[in-house]
């Protein structure tokens, strides 16, 4: 077969959202690779917080972080979309309005105003509420002390707005994009927020720029709501079996559950393992 190019979502897709690669996961990316086919890192997370692990397989041709902010073809940056700094002063402010706990997602690192850093434990669930185990997950958090002031925003987060998602959306308007969060949601609303056209399909794209292919070779794999454009823009588009409905509506197949040997069966089921 030819040589595809597979985008892959992490959590719920590579990993299972505590952060475990799986057995089986870890057989069909070490076989589809050793194939030939390039395997592209295709997530919401910033550079910064993929697991260092994750990159030191060795299975992976390039990442797209941020959403689709930043790419990298190996380990060279050939794309960065940024936030615009009055854009950055507007949304912080009113989230500061709305009560939100909210992440500045950056190429250097994760930062938050000084009083999201001191009440953590009230933002992350379960085991998240273990400071070790925040760090392995979610990444190390710097303090911002002016967060109008940080550099090299790629993207936001946030957790228990006391405004909407479709509030935040219409405060927003046309230069950003509000997604609901693919975490476990508080009893208030959890998000992200993206420069709008920067996704992860415009990453992709800017990918398959940068290494001469097109289109027409791609599959993606992911189970969240911020991979919908990602199916969408693949060739062949693959929900996991633990993904939302509405996403599993948008996909060409539908494999397993992440913690079900998923990924393993959605190459199987595409020929790029076995």
């Known amino acids: 077969m030819n040589q595809k190019i597979v985008f892959l979502d992490i959590d719920g897709t590579l990993t299972t959202m505590q952060g475990t690669l799986p057995d089986s996961a870890e057989e069909a990316l070490k076989e589809a690779a050793g194939r030939g086919h390039q395997l592209v890192i295709c997530s919401g997370r910033t550079i910064t917080q993929i697991y260092p692990w994750l990159l030191q397989t060795g299975y992976f041709s390039g990442v797209v972080s941020g959403a689709g ?20 002063v507007r949304l912080v402010d009113y989230l500061e309005a709305c009560g939100a706990y909210y992440y500045l997602q950056c190429t250097s690192g994760i930062y938050a105003p000084r009083y999201v850093i001191e009440r953590k434990e009230k933002i992350f669930p379960g085991n998240l509420a273990d ?28 957790y228990r707005s006391k405004a909407s998602i479709g509030e935040i959306r219409e405060f927003c308007g046309d230069y950003f994009e509000v997604t609901e969060s693919s975490f476990r949601k508080s009893d208030n609303v959890d998000g992200e927020i993206t420069v709008r056209g920067y996704d992860k399909s415009e990453g992709m794209r800017q990918y398959l ?13 992911g189970d969240g709501p911020n991979d919908h454009e990602m199916l969408e823009t693949a060739s062949t588009g693959v929900a996991m079996g633990n993904a ?20 393993y069966k959605g190459f199987e089921m595409l020929g790029l393992v076995g």
């Not at 940056?77 to 700094?85: E, M, N, S, T, Y």
């Not at 509506?249 to 079900?260: C, S, V, Y």
Request: aromatic share 8%.
């Open 69 to 88: 902010a930043e790419v990298r073809v190996g380990e060279e940056l050939v794309f960065q979309h940024l936030v615009d700094r009055e854009q950055q």
């Open 131 to 158: 400071p070790d185990r925040r760090v392995e997950i979610f990444g190390k958090t710097y303090i911002a002390e002016d967060p109008h002031k940080i550099e090299g925003v790629n993207k936001f987060v946030f």
């Open 209 to 221: 720029k940068a290494v001469g292919k097109d289109l027409a070779d791609t599959i993606a794999f």
């Open 244 to 263: 939302s409905d509405d996403l599993k509506e948008k996909a060409d197949l539908i494999t397993a559950p992440i913690d079900r040997d998923g990924l």
